[in-house]
């Protein structure tokens, strides 16, 4: 998803935009793209709320840490 936000203020000669993208994962492809990073899922819920993940949730709330080292 990419989109374009502008702000402006009276202080400013011009408005200011900012460009950005976003990129949603599935699970397993976060899960993976975490791994590369030296990282691990620790917990995972559905939303904010801490409710659990699953097919209908409308978020993934994802809690990671580091892989310990052996």
């Keep these: 998803m990419s989109f374009t936000v502008t702000y402006s203020s009276p202080a400013w000669q011009r408005p200011e935009r900012s460009r950005s993208e976003l990129r949603f994962l599935g699970t397993e ?29 409308p978020e993934i709330i994802t809690i990671a840490e580091r892989v310990p080292l052996d």
């Excluded at 995972?44 to 709320?49: E, F, N, R, V």
């Design 29 to 57: 492809a976060l899960a993976a793209f975490l791994s590369g990073a030296g990282l691990e899922v620790a917990e995972q819920y559905g939303d904010w709320d801490r409710s659990a993940l699953g097919p209908g949730s």
